[in-house]
């Protein structure tokens, strides 16, 4: 009786490992000059990544008083990404998820496939010579990416202004997949991605300096 209990019970803890691992596993992500956010859904279940959303404390009851004035939190300045993180991604990604996706790729659906790229940068010549690379990686990548994976609503776009002096990028992209083709991709690529976002963030310009309050200005001068 006890034996036949627990093959039911194994029974049942495999079955429900069969469909954690085929329920799909949907990863949104929106970049837009800086500001990131990454979502996942899983069947029912949705879940913001990035950035965490701030936890909501009570406040504690006092007597009464005067308010006092909340202390504004400086703008934390937002890191862009440069030319030569481009540059990097562009030589050091595609053969990471080009063997990935030889594998894993009929499996994954990405919906939607929203990029903008505007170019540009101090020197007009180096402007010139990252939007043909950008544009030679596209004309490559993006019919190998179509080959490998499923890819729906997609509007990738590339400009180039030689007046603005910083890239400018916005994307939305999601991807669907299960947990199993999850796993095997990131058991395949995750000792490359963890080498290569260490070498881009090497690449990341130093932030620019916080500029001081009106308040603080004033004070000064007095």
Request: a positive charge; glycine letters at 6%.
């Amino acid at each position: 009786m006890i034996g036949k209990i627990i093959l039911w019970i194994l029974a049942a803890l495999f079955l429900l490992l069969i469909l954690i691992l085929w329920t799909p596993v949907r990863v949104r992500a929106a970049y837009d000059q800086g500001d990131l956010t990454v979502k996942l859904r899983f069947g029912p279940v949705k879940l913001q990544i990035f950035p965490r959303p701030e936890r909501v404390e009570k406040p504690e009851k006092k007597p009464e008083s005067q308010p006092k004035k909340k202390k504004e939190k400086p703008e934390k300045p937002k890191a862009k990404i440069n030319r030569e993180q481009i540059f990097y991604a562009l030589e050091k990604l595609p053969p990471i998820f080009g063997r990935v996706l030889k594998r894993t790729g009929k499996s994954i659906r990405i919906e939607p496939l929203k990029v903008y790229v505007l170019v540009a940068g101090y020197d007009p010549a180096d402007t010139a010579l990252l939007y043909g690379r950008l544009e030679a990686a596209l004309a490559v990548g993006l019919p190998a990416l179509r080959k490998a994976v499923k890819v729906r609503d997609e509007d990738v776009r590339l400009y180039v202004d030689f007046s603005e002096r910083q890239v400018k990028l916005i994307a939305d992209v999601g991807v669907m997949l299960r947990p199993w083709s999850l796993a095997a991709a990131g058991v395949r690529a995750l000792g490359s991605l963890i080498k290569w976002y260490l070498g881009f963030r090497k690449l990341a310009s130093p932030l620019p300096p916080a500029e001081p309050k009106a308040e603080e200005n004033v004070s000064e001068a007095a």
